[in-house]
């Protein structure tokens, strides 16, 4: 019943006032004061709990509103601010207890409905608390709060799309809500809208500026859009307001590593694992430095663990697959990146990512499908385009060439996706046979792509590189092989192929590949990574070329032991332990020949030759992601004539002879030379060899559908289109012996 007591009410008229006032410590001195003297008055002992949960002081909140409701259980404002202070207090199974008495009894209790629906997104059960916000926007649709909160909400249970409009509802209702902006800024940044997401996340510093996490927002759109001075202005200045901040010292690590800065990168990492030994991002980002400096297997072991440790993390997934894809392992990268798939199923980055891989493998159909669900989630988002115009070729949409090029106007657009871009457009028309408009967008491509990558550290010297192919042809002498004859592992599984990129490699590997006696490895720098073994190994800080002198025996043992010991790892991996042939296509690997035969004095050696205009051209047209001297057509000039300099040093002091196969000869007559290749690597002829390209293997390289078709002549002299824009490799070529070296 309604307690009928008589009181005087100025005493509580005065405490609502100093509520109202934000008088929170007076008005809980007084009320306390009242309560003395009327302590079983249900009024007295509410006010005093409102006043405490004023003053965050939860406890004495909850024993005074939890009493203010025994004695008064028809007062449904007594149950709402008793469930918002266990909603504080973190007991949110009572909070939601109360807010929905206060509900029974009020239906229409607005604030009720709000806290009821806060409290049930701590709880995360989403669904129930759309519920509540739904109801709340469809009564009060002027009240942007609870469009944000209904945004949020969206989000959580991955509706990207819906949330997105419901901030926009938000912000219509408010221009300047701080969380609509916050929050919009996040997701479209997941969406990589960089843009758009700059707008809002600056609108958030404006409104926020003491507020830490919108400047670090503001630098995540500076990232997205290529302008990492403007990036690390904005994670300096929300390190000044948050000084002790793991996440942002990672993210500050990520731009060094970015710009090739190992030695800041390291230093930011390890600050952050000072202050939090488990960062997942920090371990993730020392795994990265070790994968960018040869040291591929640390740094998958890293990541392998990190992994079993958090099966869910996107940070981790992300680095293993695409280390894992670097290394050339693109099933283990394609299981990551569907994982994240699932995770995240509205950002664009992991279909781009996947459709990148599927391309690579030969699956054009599937990449294409990756590459538009990408589109779905972002109309404009480059990498999908750039990736439908090198693997749909002249298939793609006339609609999608024409966004491409409005896309070129957009002032905000960094270099590097404009280089793709451009990249995509003249790789679309060259395959449509516009010749006349490839030229153009390969030169504007080469051109931002190389200011692109050059922020992030590139360099390339033709100079620096000719000294060191000096240093190798001065290294490995006749007297150099006569030493270490007796060198190494006489293990005759190792098969390499080597050449310049786009000369047939990746076509010699997959017709070799077929064989059942074949292990096709794709591109491993192997190689490469026990050259970089040899100062740990002999323990002495020099450079490996310098060490060779010194080689030993045993020395030669180890390395070549532990190489194979890779190679007996992919064979149980792919179930292939009765072969006994592996092939390493890595075509750079013709300058680590010489230290390949120290290893390996039984290997088989296969050098893939093509016309070099076309080798050229096809570089020219290619967006390496490792290759730096492919952005221009003077280091490519430069590169080809050092390639066949060193080659023809090997012809000369090989103890061994190679098998040395001409790109032009194999798809004139592919029988034959196949044949000849089964002969060199000492294997019997089997005619299912001619169906190549019918496999399900997946192959890392940027040939894409070549080894998926059977074998065709269209790319024999492609270059005669383009004789002006290849004058420099045009002039080479004039030279005696070039064309036939």
């Known amino acids: 019943m309604k307690q009928t007591i008589d009181l005087p009410l100025k005493d509580f008229r005065a405490i609502h006032v100093l509520l109202r006032s934000r008088r929170f410590d007076e008005a809980l001195a007084l009320s306390r004061e009242t309560l003395k003297l009327y302590p079983n008055f249900a009024e007295a002992h509410y006010l005093c709990g409102l006043s405490a949960l004023s003053l965050n002081q939860l406890a004495d909140a909850i024993d005074a509103l939890t009493r203010a409701t025994e004695l008064e259980k028809a007062a449904p404002h007594y149950h709402c601010n008793l469930g918002e202070a266990f909603r504080r207090d973190g007991n949110l199974d009572r909070a939601v207890e109360c807010l929905n008495s206060a509900l029974s009894l009020k239906p229409d209790y607005e604030i009720a409905r709000y806290n009821l629906g806060s409290s049930l997104f701590q709880k995360k059960t989403y669904k129930r608390a759309l519920v509540e916000f739904q109801t709340l926007v469809k009564a009060f649709p002027d009240n942007a709060g609870y469009w944000v909160a209904l945004a949020d909400t969206h989000r959580e249970l991955g509706a990207i799309g819906q949330a997105i409009l419901s901030y926009r509802h938000a912000l219509k209702q408010s221009p300047d809500n701080f969380a609509g902006h916050y929050n919009l800024g996040l997701l479209l940044l997941e969406k990589a809208e960089f843009g758009t997401a700059l707008e809002h996340c600056q609108k958030a510093v404006e409104l926020s500026p003491e507020n830490g996490l919108a400047h670090s927002n503001l630098g995540h759109c500076f990232v997205g859009l290529e302008e990492l001075d403007d990036a690390m202005n904005a994670y300096a200045d929300a390190l000044e307001i948050m000084p002790d901040s793991s996440d942002l010292m990672v993210h500050i690590a990520r731009i060094w590593l970015e710009v090739a800065d190992f030695a800041q990168a390291a230093h930011w990492f390890a600050r952050t694992l000072e202050l939090e030994p488990d960062n997942i991002k920090a371990q993730v980002g020392v795994a990265l430095i070790k994968s960018d400096n040869e040291q591929t297997e640390a740094a998958l072991d890293d990541l392998l663990k990190l992994v079993e440790k958090h099966p869910d993390d996107i940070e981790v997934l992300k680095a293993l697959g695409q280390t894992a894809w670097d290394n050339g392992d693109a099933e283990d990268a394609i299981g990551c990146f569907r994982h994240i798939q699932e995770l995240i199923p509205e950002s ?379 004058a420099p490799i045009m002039e080479l070529a004039r030279r005696p012996g070039v064309l036939t070296s």
């Open 348 to 726: 664009p980055r992991s279909y781009v990512q996947i459709g990148s891989i599927l391309s690579s493998s030969g699956d054009i159909e599937g990449a294409i499908a990756e590459y538009n669900k990408a589109l779905e989630q972002n109309p404009n988002f480059v990498p999908a385009l750039h990736g439908l115009a090198t693997t749909a070729k002249a298939r793609l949409d006339p609609e999608k060439v024409q966004l491409m090029h409005s896309l070129l106007e957009n002032t905000r657009l960094r270099e590097g996706a404009k280089a793709s871009l451009h990249n995509g457009l003249a790789f679309y028309y060259d395959r449509a046979k516009q010749y006349d408009k490839v030229p153009a967008h390969a030169v504007e491509s080469n051109r931002l792509y190389w200011i692109h990558r050059s922020k992030r550290g590139w360099h390339y010297d033709p100079d620096d590189y000719e000294h060191y192919i000096d240093k190798v042809i001065h290294t490995f002498d006749k007297a150099y092989f006569e030493r270490v004859k007796s060198f190494g592992i006489r293990d005759e599984s190792p098969v390499f192929i080597v050449g310049m990129p786009r000369s047939g490699t990746t076509l010699t590997e997959q017709i070799l590949s077929t064989h059942a006696q074949v292990l096709g490895i794709g591109e491993r720098r192997f190689a490469s990574q026990a050259f970089a073994e040899l100062p740990l190994v002999m323990q002495k800080q020099l450079e490996p070329l310098a060490l060779l002198p010194e080689l030993t025996e045993e020395t030669s043992r180890i390395i070549a032991g532990r190489y194979l010991d890779k190679l007996d790892h992919l064979k149980r991996k792919n179930g292939a332990e009765s072969v006994i042939r592996v092939v390493d296509k890595m075509p750079d690997n013709y300058s680590q020949l010489g230290w390949i035969l120290t290893l390996f004095p039984r290997a088989r050696i296969i050098h893939c030759r093509r016309d070099i205009r076309d080798v050229a051209l096809s570089c020219w047209l290619t967006q390496f992601g490792m290759i730096r001297w492919a952005s221009n057509i003077e280091h490519i000039a430069h590169r080809i004539e050092q390639y066949q300099r060193v080659m023809a040093h090997w012809r000369e002091v090989f103890p061994v002879p190679m098998c040395e196969l001409d790109y032009e000869k194999l798809v004139a007559d592919q029988e034959q030379e196949s044949r000849r290749l089964f002969d060199w690597i000492g294997l019997d002829w089997d005619e299912k060899c001619l169906a190549f390209y019918d496999t399900e293997r997946l192959v890392r390289t940027a040939s894409v559908t070549q080894v998926r078709e059977p074998i065709y002549t269209t790319s024999v002299a492609r270059w005669k289109p383009y004789e002006e824009m290849l």
